[in-house]
């Protein structure tokens, strides 16, 4: 039980299992999916404060004639030009080997439910996932994903990035490779798996930063690393002191990764929301909810995290907690 005005992860005063979380504010509170249901769906929560989370019921949820019959995961938001955007990753049904693409789907609501708009969303004739949405300051909206697939008796995970045309539904040119695993933390397993996903990106003033998965999700050595750029298609640096977060065994951390960025209600705070195994020992696809404080260290102007955490943090800056937990 966190103290008042403090919170202890994961959150919530249950734990809040589910994969590749993805947070975000409208209108004074927050929203959170991830992959919750994989056969079926998405469900949505809300939080007043980021770690108070109450379910509130299915996102979006698979019909009988769904383009996808399996492997639900990684769903996002984005709220562009008065509607919300859903994307979510699947695989193909009916397809073998199997085919992973991207789906996007909209809704008036954050909390929808929401209807498919573009499915698959577009197939460049290799497996797509982990679809993230940015939109840049000047309202140019942009799509990063990973290309995954395998060779050689590994997989892989390549992330790319490609300008979107205004209503989102078709990419502008050819997608532009920018990371793949090539930092030695990267390829601890390199026999099997060799990938870069999860993107997220923001911009902090100076630079496009994003974050990133490496390694496999069920593998404890699962981490993140931090990239940064002076334009959304790069050219991308990779911060040579990652990874920003990866197993800490001590604090009974273990594979912490697929992460969302979000700001506190106040505005003045960066908050990295990102998974861990349930249980640090034997990690598997079962995952919670952490969110722990991101910090821009003054001489170098890169981004760290004040984490992973276990014992007790201060609330968000301006976050209200209407319940005791």
């Known amino acids: ?18 994969g590749d979380p993805f947070a975000w504010w409208h209108a004074g509170r927050y929203y959170l999916t991830g992959t919750t249901d994989p056969e079926e769906g998405f469900r949505w929560y ?6 108070d989370w109450t379910e509130g019921g299915w996102l979006w949820r698979k019909g009988a004639s769904c383009w996808v019959d399996e492997r639900l995961w990684a769903p996002e938001v984005c709220a562009y030009r008065g509607r919300f955007y859903l994307t979510y990753s699947g695989a193909l049904r009916g397809v073998t080997p199997m085919r992973m693409l991207m789906g996007l789907a909209v809704s008036d609501r954050p909390e929808g439910p929401y209807r498919d708009l573009r499915t698959p969303w577009f197939d460049p004739g290799y497996s797509t996932i982990d679809g993230h949405l940015f939109i840049d300051r000047d309202e140019t909206p942009w799509l990063y994903f990973s290309r995954n697939g395998r060779q050689d008796g590994y997989d892989y995970g390549v992330i790319y990035g490609v300008r979107l045309s205004d209503d989102l539904l078709e990419p502008q040119g050819e997608p532009v490779k920018l990371l793949e695993a090539d930092q030695p933390w990267e390829m601890e397993i390199r026999d099997w798996n060799r990938c870069n996903e999860g993107s997220a990106v923001w911009h902090d003033g100076e630079h496009y930063v994003m974050t990133y998965s490496a390694n496999h999700y069920m593998y404890p ?13 790069g050219p991308w640096e990779k911060d040579p002191a990652n990874p920003l977060v990866r197993t800490e065994p001590v604090a009974g951390v273990s594979g912490p990764g697929h992460n969302s960025v979000v700001l506190s209600p106040d ?9 861990a195994h349930a249980d640090a020992q034997q990690p598997s696809a079962d995952r919670v909810v952490c969110i722990d404080r991101l910090e821009r260290d003054a001489p170098t102007g890169w981004w760290r995290l004040r984490g992973p955490t276990r014992s007790p943090q201060p609330l968000p800056a301006g976050a209200y907690r209407s319940t005791s937990t």
């Open 221 to 233: 050595g699962y981490g993140i690393g931090l990239a940064r750029a002076r334009h959304p298609l």
């Open 46 to 51: 809300h939080s007043p404060d980021l770690a």
């Open 267 to 275: 505005g003045t705070e960066r908050f990295m929301v990102y998974h």
């Open 1 to 18: 039980m966190a103290a008042a005005g403090t919170y202890l992860n994961p959150v919530g005063a249950r734990p809040v299992h589910l």
